[in-house]
T-cell receptor, first 114, second 116 residues
């Protein structure tokens, strides 16, 4: 099956700094990618849809100025958490659809803000 | 709007016994249904999907799921559970009619614990 990678797999940053997470589709092109957030023992919450060549679409309640998304190419989307705070600590997962019917998920990035 | 319900937070089963993880859904059009498994601190792994065709879908690691349109259910099953099946399981749905921009809606997850 198709492979989606994320980098880094875990990151620790200080409060007030920004951190960038990359999501890559390794063997297919994705005009759309999705970013999810997952709190411990909870479900995945869709944060935004990353669109290659246009602005990301954010879900209700997600601050677009805090979670910056850039879909730089057909194989790369980045999520930048700006001015991070401890409450932003979470597990962030991206996914990319390969065609119209199936999504492939990255391994996730564990963000800890101290 | 589409939604998924997983009524059980946790399911406990003895190794070798059959297991069932329940899922019900709601969509406007035809449902595209998925099951994923997640191990601690890992991303989601695809288990199986239903798009169309036979109501009984077979997937990875011996899992299967049965699509029941009248009950709007898509329960995950395995005839004989293994300790290594212990993980967090997510049911997800996509509205096939609207396309939904490929958006998946996930259930809240069910923690499966298989004991010796």
């Amino acid at each position: 099956g198709a492979v989606v990678s994320q980098h880094p797999s875990w990151v620790i940053c200080k409060s007030g700094t920004s951190v960038k997470i990359e999501c890559r589709s390794l063997d297919f092109q994705a005009t759309t990618m999705f970013w999810y957030r997952q709190f411990p023992k909870q479900s995945l919450m869709l944060m935004a849809t990353s669109n290659e060549g246009s602005k990301a679409t954010y879900e209700q309640g997600v601050e677009k100025d805090k979670f910056l998304i850039n879909h730089a190419s057909l194989t790369l989307s980045t999520l930048t958490v700006t001015s991070a705070h401890p409450e932003d600590s979470s597990f962030y997962i991206c996914s990319a659809p390969d065609g119209a019917r199936e999504q492939y998920f990255g391994p996730g990035t564990r963000l800890t803000v101290t | 709007a589409q939604s998924v319900a997983q009524p059980e937070d946790q399911v406990n089963v003895a190794e070798g016994n059959p297991l069932t993880v329940k899922c019900t859904y709601s969509v406007s059009g035809n449902p595209y249904l998925f099951w994923y498994v997640q191990y601690p601190n890992r991303g989601l792994q695809f288990l199986l999907k239903y798009i169309t065709g036979d109501n009984l879908v077979k997937g990875s690691y011996g899992f299967e799921a049965e699509f029941n349109k009248s009950q709007t259910s898509f329960h995950l099953k395995k005839p004989s559970a293994l300790v290594s099946d212990s993980a967090l399981y997510f049911c997800a749905v996509r509205d096939g009619l609207t396309g939904g921009g490929n958006k998946l809606t996930f259930g809240t997850g069910t923690q499966l614990k298989v004991e010796l």
